[in-house]
């Protein structure tokens, strides 16, 4: 079998799994913080409620507790870590909410505890391309000289009219922007995007991915909407205005859009975790593992790899 080059264990796409071996040798996870930020869709400063998707906790789900401080919340995760795989490093993951929209200093305070941690590999900091200035990314771009920095940067779709119903409260060029202005410092960017935004078809969602496919970004991750209790997105569902993917639509997304993908850029992620106690729809989602052994299989089946369909364009 002609096994893909970026694939420890058979897969026909680029797994993060391969990419963190490859570059640190050794185990290495990421560990989920909240450092109490907040966002210009929930504050004001360009809308509120956030996202019409987002939860209370600002997709920090699974992060630490925030009324914890931010050393103690990486000590309580590494550990139950470190006891599944002794020899694990870690990334220090800044997850809920935009974590670079702040004072320069707040940010410093945030990451400056885990730059002398030896286990620390890397800095994940989740954030919108509208919240990245130049003095940020400069800062960062030091930090990257002693610990690699890497830009989480939500985008869940290039349609502004979907971004618009969303309540996103940024444009598909101002993600332009904050991507160059991170790629021009040298700092690896990881994208997400969401299938199954309300009103898309799926042809606008293998759009978005053969978009993104051609650009400078280092890594991807697919989700899947979620409808969670106590969102906008929640009576939007309730009152059937819209329809939501069925598990095998999904399936049949992801793989087509896999195809498009620069076979360089790492796929952190196919598919997502919502929190069982908050999640409404779709229930077929909690079967995770089936979902991404269904990707496989298809794939297997259709004799298919990430990028088979890419073909580099003049940027």
Not at 201 to 208: F, R
Not at 265 to 280: A, P
Not at 291 to 299: A, F, R, T
Request: charged share 25%.
């Amino acid at each position: 079998m002609n096994q893909f080059k970026y694939s420890l264990d058979n897969k026909r796409y680029h797994t993060y799994n391969y990419y963190l071996k490859n570059k640190y040798h050794q185990k290495v996870a990421k560990v989920a913080l909240n450092a109490d930020f907040t966002c210009p869709n929930r504050d004001g400063s360009k809308g509120y409620g956030g996202c019409i998707f987002c939860s209370s906790s600002g997709s920090g789900d699974y992060a630490g507790n925030v009324h914890d401080h931010l050393e103690k919340q990486f000590q309580t995760i590494s550990q139950i870590m470190k006891r599944k795989w002794p020899e694990c490093a870690y990334i220090a993951y800044f997850q809920a909410n935009t974590n670079t929209y702040g004072p320069l200093d707040k940010i410093k305070n945030m990451i400056q505890p885990f730059l002398e941690k030896e286990d620390i590999k890397g800095i994940a900091l989740a954030t919108r391309p509208d919240c990245l200035n130049e003095e940020i990314v400069c800062y960062l771009s030091e930090v990257n000289q002693t610990k690699d920095v890497y830009i989480e940067l939500g985008l869940q779709t290039i349609h502004d009219e979907t971004s618009k119903l969303i309540n996103r409260g940024h444009t598909y060029q101002e993600f332009l922007d904050g991507l160059s202005l991170c790629r021009q410092y040298n700092l690896e960017v990881c994208v997400h995007i969401i299938n199954g935004l309300p009103f898309e078809t799926k042809e606008m969602m293998i759009e978005t991915a053969k978009t993104l496919g051609q650009l400078d970004i280092q890594a991807l991750k697919i989700h899947m909407l979620f409808v969670v209790k106590n969102t906008k997105l929640q009576q939007m569902y309730e009152n059937h205005e819209f329809e939501m993917l069925t598990r095998q639509e999904y399936i049949d997304i992801v793989v087509e859009q896999l195809r498009y993908i620069n076979p360089e850029i790492v796929l952190e992620r196919l598919t997502g975790d919502g929190k069982i106690d908050d999640l409404i729809a779709p229930m077929w989602s909690i079967k995770k593992v089936t979902i991404l052994n269904d990707i496989d299989k298809q794939m297997k089946e259709r004799d298919i790899y990430q990028g088979d369909l890419y073909k580099k364009t003049v940027q």
